[in-house]
């Protein structure tokens, strides 16, 4: 394997999306994937999902009704996702710089950009790139501690983020076309970033020696 086109060809034939939705992430491009991208810090998936159904339970999962959310409420919807004070406080406070720099959401989504999301507590750069890639429908490919491991396994070490997440994009980029051709249909960059993404993470999950 020499680049990331090779590694997304590799994937591809496992068929690890099967029971995804189109994107990968649930709820792509609403507000409920900034929600998931700052809960799924440093927890598993199935610990986001609980918080999330908590938030949804409450009526908290919008920008206007979290930025003015009951503290001590929020923190116990989000108790199943860890760091509940902290998680708590820093989605609160996102929220209405949000809603202070851009209004409301269809706004900042299309107008928010990586160095403002980088200048909010709590958000670095892989859940920055979740924001833009998952919320935004922006091509930022997302880069994770299982892209590190599953390209460490394959002889490859990265001096940083950035360098790993522009390999990973560069081989999908120089290859646009015959990805196009292979799924026979017309299919976005963005949404080749989400399925990329997506399907290192569902490998890396299956395959949890490698
Ligand atoms: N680790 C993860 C996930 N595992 C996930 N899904 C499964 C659907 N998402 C959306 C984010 N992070």
């Not at 979290?66 to 708590?88: R, V």
């Not at 959401?105 to 998952?134: H, M, N, P």
């Not at 360098?163 to 949404?191: A, H, P, R, S, V």
């Not at 990329?196 to 020696?209: A, C, L, T």
Request: net charge negative; charged share 20%.
């Amino acid at each position: 394997m020499t680049n990331s086109y090779e590694l997304f060809l590799f994937l591809k034939e496992k068929n690890l999306l099967e029971n995804s939705p189109l994107h990968w992430w649930p709820n792509y491009g609403t507000f409920e994937t900034v929600v998931g991208a700052i809960l799924t810090q440093n927890t598993k998936w199935t610990n986001v999902e609980k918080s999330l159904q908590n938030l949804h339970q409450y009526n908290l999962i919008s920008l206007e009704t979290l930025s003015h959310a009951h503290l001590p409420l929020l923190i116990q919807a989000i108790t199943p996702s860890g760091f509940k004070n902290q998680k708590a406080t820093r989605l609160k406070v996102l929220c209405q710089n949000i809603q202070h720099t851009f209004g409301d959401f269809e706004t900042f989504q299309e107008e928010v950009s990586r160095t403002w999301l980088l200048k909010q507590k709590g958000i670095g750069e892989e859940t920055a790139d979740a924001i833009l890639c998952y919320a935004c429908k922006k091509e930022e490919m997302i880069v994770d501690k299982y892209t590190q491991k599953l390209l460490h396994s394959f002889g490859f070490e990265f001096e940083s983020y950035e360098e790993l997440k522009q390999w990973c994009e560069y081989g999908i980029n120089e290859n646009f076309d015959k990805i196009i051709q292979l799924y026979g249909y017309e299919i976005t960059l963005n949404q080749l970033y989400c399925r990329f993404h997506g399907k290192i993470v569902e490998f890396m999950k299956q395959n949890p020696r490698v």
